[in-house]
């Protein structure tokens, strides 16, 4: 079948365009060897090897909504919808186990098709799971059917809408935009979105809000939430659309309901976003602070002094040391090795990267004020080459993560946040929690931090750990991980996420995020809105 709307080229086991790579030096191997022991290579099937549990057939009443082109049900496009981004699905992906798929996946062309396939579900009892990017690392799009026997995959492909109102400064944007194509379609008139997660290059529009992400900008743009204006949802009983106005006081905020629900509630189908003039000028710098404490510091110091640039992020002391490792004299960049070593008498310290972008002189004015906070609490400049390394480089972790699950690495990260107050205490605790759970399972590990998306009160710790493999046992000893660094965060107060969303991994955290009355509120509105439950199971609110 020749597809109309063919998806962009990407690896099926891993991240990214299959044409790219990004290795890691013999330097950088050396020190995982050193440091985490000898890991045993993970081996990778063919997609052929791969084997699916077969497909159901599915009602015509369902199918026979979208074009005959649209309804897809081979090997490849089930597999491709079966599994998102996190180490877990990886490890599956390679391995070829997977113990669900959707049973097709359906492409409609408009909001109307999307409103008449989730009509048509709840009559048939077919479960649904909406389908953007599918770069969720929370299990968002398991194709896990809850009470169901059948499932589908609504892949939003289609709906790539771009309409600018330059008067206001708006765009309504289709949820199957992906981060570039949205990105291209506003610069070519001159505007930009300033959403750029890391995972940018596949992740979508209606992603972005149904799981409220941040993007690397997010202090000088603000998270995707942050920027959404208007919202149309349609849902198995109806459409949810919110007025296009900057503001309303009519109660409560349906469209604050809509972000973040992650499918469970419907399918996002029209997004309003405020834009802004592409930059002018773009200045990115590395700093360096003392340590990791003292850099946090200086970032609330920055943020409390309304002096944060657009882009503000601090690695701890074990992330500035192995980022710069895994760089060797490639990769995160030469300039940034070489920066960093002149300034080892300075006993390691950690790297902060900064940056600014908008009208020149506004870049000039911010980037002078910030760099007075940033000096007077103990930080020294690396310079501009190092900042424009990491701009390069922005992208490729998800790449390099390829490569070390190859060489036999476990690698997963999570993230939550917390107020300026507690946050040092959330740090610790999460990092003894992952190091003590890594030795558990006698792959003593790796922990790295960073710290970003700052706010006036509070911030968000991003962390990753790299450990040995346990041949076999990948999932189980990822689990134990992930339980106790969960288990850290809840202890600490920290919230379960602060963009990744829920999907099923966060599910059994949500009573402690939200309390049980918050849980009964979230129910009853699924209930109220999904009557058969056929949206996304198993997602945000635990089975
Ligand atoms: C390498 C990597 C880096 C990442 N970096 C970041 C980051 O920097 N910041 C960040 O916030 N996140 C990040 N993520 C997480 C992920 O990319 C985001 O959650 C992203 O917003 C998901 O977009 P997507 O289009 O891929 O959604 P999908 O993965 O397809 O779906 C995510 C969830 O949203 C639902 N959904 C998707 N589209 C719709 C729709 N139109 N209507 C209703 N529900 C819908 C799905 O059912 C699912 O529950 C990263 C992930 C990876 C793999």
Redesign the pocket.
């Known amino acids: 079948m020749a597809e109309a709307h063919p998806p962009p080229d990407s690896k099926w086991w891993g ?1 990214g365009d299959p044409s790219r790579r990004v290795e890691l030096s013999e330097t950088a191997r050396a020190m995982l060897r050193d440091q985490l022991g000898a890991a045993q290579p993970a081996e990778r099937v063919g997609l052929d090897q791969v084997t699916l549990p077969q497909a159901r057939p599915l009602p015509a009443a369902v199918t026979g909504i979208v074009d005959e082109d649209c309804v897809q049900i081979d090997h490849e496009q089930r597999l491709r919808r079966a599994a ?3 180490y877990p699905d990886l490890v599956r992906l390679r391995a070829g186990r997977l113990e669900a798929a959707p049973d097709a996946v359906l492409l409609p062309a408009d909001a109307a098709q999307v409103t008449a396939l989730l009509a048509a579900c709840t009559r048939e009892g077919v479960a649904v ?10 299990g ?2 398991d194709p896990y059917a809850g009470p169901h026997e059948r499932l589908i995959s ?1 892949d ?1 492909r289609r ?1 790539r809408r771009v309409e600018i109102d330059p008067v206001s400064l708006v765009a309504r944007l289709g ?2 935009l ?1 981060g570039p194509e949205a990105e291209a379609a506003l610069a070519a008139r001159g505007y930009t979105l300033g959403h ?5 290059e ?15 900008a997010s202090s000088g743009y603000g ?2 939430d942050d920027l959404v204006t208007s919202l149309t ?1 349609e849902t198995p009983v109806g459409r949810l659309a919110t007025l296009d106005t900057p503001h309303t006081a009519a109660g409560p905020s349906l469209r604050q309901l ?1 972000l973040g ?9 029209d997004v309003g976003v405020r834009i802004r003039p592409a930059p002018e000028a773009r200045r990115y710098e590395a700093w360096i602070s003392p340590d990791f404490a003292s850099g946090s510091e200086l970032v609330r110091s920055l943020a409390q002094a309304d002096a944060l640039p657009d882009i503000t992020r601090i690695s701890d002391e074990a992330e500035t040391r192995v980022s710069l490792a895994l760089a060797g004299t490639s990769g995160v960049k030469k300039a940034l090795f070489e920066a960093y070593l002149r300034l080892r008498g300075r006993h390691g310290g950690c790297l902060v990267v900064c940056g600014w972008e908008g009208e020149r002189d506004s870049v000039e004015r911010r980037r002078a004020l910030s760099a007075r906070v940033l000096r007077k609490g103990g930080g020294a400049v690396l310079g501009e080459a190092p900042g424009r390394s990491w701009e390069r480089g922005r992208f490729d ?2 790449y390099l ?1 390829d490569e070390l699950i190859d060489l036999g690495y476990m690698v997963e ?1 999570l ?1 939550t946040s917390h107020t300026w107050s507690r946050l040092g205490d959330l740090y610790a605790g999460v990092e003894r929690a992952l190091e003590a759970a890594l030795r558990g399972q006698r792959t003593p590990g790796i922990v790295l931090c960073h710290l970003s998306h700052a706010y006036r009160d509070g911030a968000s710790l991003y962390f990753t750990w790299i450990a040995a493999r346990r041949p076999g046992a990948e999932i189980e000893q990822w689990q134990a991980v992930k339980q106790a660094a969960s288990e850290a965060i809840v202890a600490a107060g920290g919230t379960i996420t ?4 829920v ?1 099923r991994d966060h599910a059994p955290y949500m009573a402690a995020e939200v309390g049980e009355t918050g849980l009964e509120a979230l129910r009853a509105l699924k209930h109220r809105l999904d009557p058969a439950a056929v949206m ?1 199971p198993g ?2 609110l635990p089975d």
């Open positions: 991240w998102g981004k996190s799971v909406p389908f953007g990017g599918g770069t969720s690392v929370v968002g799009v609504i939003l709906l949820p199957g992906r750029f997660p890391q995972s940018f596949y992740a979508t529009v209606g992603g972005f809000a149904a799981t409220r992400s941040a993007g690397q998270r995707f949802m809509a629900s992650e499918g469970v509630l419907g399918v996002i189908t972790a998800p993560r990260t993230e602060h963009h990744h969303a999907g996304n997602k945000l």
